[in-house]
C-alpha cells in the first residue's frame, strides 16, 4: 500500500514549490500519502527529479541576493504575519495532520502548536541576531561582530511531527537572512505544504522558501549540492548519520537530531497516581511514535511493585482513528511500521520478556483496516534483547528494574542513545543528582516530555544528536549565520608621522 505508486490512483498531486510557485512535478515516480487509519489514498507525493532540485536551489540562490538585505522589521513583521495566520487555520491543519499522520486531533494541534511557537521566536529576530562590539581594542581602534546568513539552507523532515519539525526549520533560517529547501517526509507532506502555502500568504517572497519532496535520492542531491550551505536534519539515526557525514564531507554545516530510546526513572518515593498517568501519557501518546516519548521505565526498589497499575491504566487507554471524540491514540504511520511493531512484541516474548500486555490485532469499530496497536508492556527487559536494543517507535514500553538510583543513572548512560529522560520522585537530592549525572540531552522532573519552548533550544547528546548546535533558540541563530568580525580604525592627526608599522602589534 505505501510502496511508490503508480499514476493510475485519481487522488489530487502534491505539488512542488520553486520559486514562489506551486508546480507540478515531472517525475515518473509518485508515492500514496495514505490515511493510516482508513488506507485511503489522500494524495499522490511525487519524488523530484534532479532538475527539480536544481531549480528549488538555483531559485533560493537568486532570492538571497536581495532577501540577505531585506531590514530586520520585514523579515520578522511576515512570521508575526505568519503566526496570525497559522492561529486562523488552526482546525483546518490539524484535521490535514491527522488524516495522514494518525495521531488524535487534540495532539495534532499540539504538534502545530510546538511549531507556532518558534514562528512566535522567529517574529522576535531583531533581538536575537545582534553582534558585539568593543571599543579601544587597541588606540581608536573598535572590533564588532555581524551575525550573518550563510545562503542556501536545506531542511529534510521526519513523518512523526509534519508541522512543528519543518516550524522548527524554515522559520529561523529565513527569520535570519536566509532563504530555503525544505525536503518533508514523503509519508505525509501535506500539512507540511499547508504551512508553506500560509508563509507565502504571510509575505515570504517568491524563492525565499522552496519545497521539493522525494526519499533517498533527493536527500543526497542536497547533501552533495554545492550551493546549499548548512542542513538541518531530523530523523533516524541511521538516515542522520549519513546525512551528517555525506553533507560534512560536501563542506556543509550540518545538524542531525536523531532517533532515541527514552528512560524514566520512578523512585519508591514518587507520587504513585501522577507519575503512572504521566509516564503512560508519554508512552502511548502519538503511538509512540514521539522522539521523546518514554520507551523504557525503570522501577527503583519498592517501585517495583507498580507494575499492576501500569498495566491496568494502559489497558483502559483508548485506541482509535485520530477524530474519533477521547481517543486517547490513533495508529502507527504504515502498514510496514505495524508490521515492524508487532514483529518487535513478538521478538521480545520469544527474547525472554515477561508480555504484560499483549495489544497486537486490537479490534477498532469503525476502523478495521488501520494500523492499530494497542498499549503494549513488557517486564523484565534488559540490554542485548531487541525490544531494548532497538528504537520501536509504536506503542511498546518496556519496563526494567533497578536497586537504587545510582544504578539506574549506570543503565541509562549505557544506553547509546541521549535523547530524553525524566524521572519522578519528591526528594529534591536525588533529582539534583539525576540532573547532574545522567548524560542526556533534555531532562524531565517530574515532567515526561520535557522539549524545550524556543527560549531554549532542543538538546540531545551521544547516538541522538551529531552537530554542536540544536534547532531552534539562541543556538540556531549561531547555526544558520556566520560571525564576521569586523575591525576599524577612523584616522584623525594623531596618527600622523607614525610611519610604517611592520609588528603585528596594535597600540
Ligand atoms: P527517517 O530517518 O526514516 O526519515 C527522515 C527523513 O530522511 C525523511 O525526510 C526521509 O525521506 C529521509 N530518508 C529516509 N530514508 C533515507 C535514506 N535511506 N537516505 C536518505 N534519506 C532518507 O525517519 P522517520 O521514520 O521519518 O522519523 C522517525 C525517526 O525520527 C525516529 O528515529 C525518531 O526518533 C526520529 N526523530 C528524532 C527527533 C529529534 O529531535 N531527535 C524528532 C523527531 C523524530
Not at 487534540?106 to 512566535?120: H, K, Q, S, T
Not at 481517543?327 to 505495524?338: F, K, M, N, Q, T
Not at 536525588?430 to 522539549?451: K, S, T
Request: hydrophobic share 45%; charged share 20%; glycine share 10%.
Amino acid at each position: 500500500m505505501n510502496a511508490p505508486a503508480s499514476s493510475q490512483v485519481l487522488a489530487p498531486t502534491v505539488k512542488l514549490l520553486i520559486g514562489g510557485q506551486l508546480v507540478e512535478s515531472k517525475t515518473t515516480q509518485w508515492r500514496n500519502v495514505v490515511n493510516p487509519a482508513t488506507q485511503e489514498v489522500l494524495a499522490r507525493v511525487p519524488f523530484a527529479t534532479p532538475d527539480e532540485v536544481h531549480a528549488a536551489v538555483a531559485s533560493a540562490k537568486e532570492a538571497f541576493k536581495t532577501w540577505r538585505k531585506t531590514p530586520i522589521g520585514a523579515r520578522a513583521r511576515i512570521f508575526l504575519k505568519l503566526q496570525q495566520l497559522i492561529r486562523e487555520n488552526m482546525k483546518e491543519l490539524a484535521a490535514l495532520l491527522t488524516a495522514e499522520q494518525g495521531k488524535t486531533l487534540p495532539d495534532a494541534e499540539g504538534d502545530v502548536f510546538r511549531g507556532l511557537e518558534v514562528v512566535e521566536h522567529a517574529a522576535a529576530i531583531g533581538n536575537l541576531q545582534l553582534g558585539e562590539l568593543a571599543n579601544n581594542v587597541a588606540s581608536g581602534v573598535d572590533t564588532y561582530t555581524v551575525l550573518q546568513p550563510l545562503g542556501v539552507c536545506a531542511g529534510i523532515t521526519p513523518f512523526n511531527f509534519p508541522a512543528m519539525i519543518p516550524l522548527w526549520m524554515f522559520p529561523m533560517a529565513i527569520a535570519t537572512g536566509n532563504t530555503f529547501v525544505l525536503k518533508p517526509s514523503e509519508q505525509d507532506p501535506m500539512v507540511t505544504m499547508r504551512l508553506c502555502e500560509l508563509a507565502l500568504q504571510a509575505g515570504i517572497p517568491p524563492g525565499v522558501l522552496n519545497v521539493i519532496h522525494g526519499g533517498e535520492d533527493v536527500v543526497n542531491a542536497i547533501c552533495d549540492h554545492k550551493d546549499i550551505k548548512a542542513i538541518s536534519f531530523v530523523g533516524s539515526t541511521k538516515v542522520g548519520t549519513h546525512v551528517y557525514n555525506r553533507a560534512s564531507l560536501a563542506g556543509k554545516r550540518v545538524q542531525c537530531m536523531m532517533g532515541a530510546k527514552n528512560h524514566a526513572i520512578v523512585m519508591p518515593d514518587a507520587n504513585k497516581e501522577q507519575s503512572i498517568n504521566a509516564i503512560l501519557g508519554a508512552a502511548f501518546g502519538a503511538a509512540g511514535q514521539r522522539c521523546m516519548a518514554i520507551s523504557v521505565v525503570m522501577l527503583v526498589g519498592e517501585a517495583q511493585k507498580w507494575i499492576p497499575e501500569f498495566v491496568a491504566k494502559a489497558k483502559a487507554l483508548k485506541v482509535s482513528g485520530g477524530t474519533t471524540p477521547g481517543a486517547d491514540l490513533g495508529p502507527v504511520i504504515s502498514c510496514a511500521a505495524l508490521e515492524r511493531v508487532e514483529g518487535f512484541i513478538a521478538r521480545g516474548v520469544e527474547e525472554g520478556a515477561k508480555l504484560e500486555l499483549d495489544g497486537r490485532k486490537p479490534s477498532i469499530a469503525g476502523f478495521d483496516k488501520g494500523n492499530f496497536v494497542a498499549p503494549t508492556i513488557f517486564s523484565g527487559v534488559k540490554p542485548g534483547m531487541s525490544i531494548y536494543d532497538q528504537e520501536i517507535f509504536g506503542p511498546v514500553l518496556c519496563i526494567a528494574g533497578a536497586d537504587d538510583l545510582e544504578q539506574a543513572i549506570e543503565f541509562i548512560n549505557d544506553n547509546p542513545n541521549g535523547n530524553g529522560t525524566a524521572i519522578f520522585t519528591q526528594s529534591g537530592a536525588a533529582a539534583r543528582m539525576f540532573q547532574e549525572d545522567i548524560d542526556v540531552g533534555q531532562v524531565g522532573i517530574n515532567l515526561p516530555v520535557p522539549v524545550p519552548v524556543p527560549l531554549f533550544s532542543f538538546t540531545g547528546s551521544r547516538a541522538s544528536k551529531l552537530g554542536d548546535l540544536g534547532p531552534y533558540g539562541k543556538q540556531v541563530v549561531l547555526f544558520y549565520t556566520q560571525t564576521k568580525t569586523v575591525t576599524e580604525r577612523w584616522f584623525d592627526d594623531s596618527t600622523l608621522h607614525h610611519g610604517v608599522n611592520t609588528t603585528i602589534s596594535l597600540k
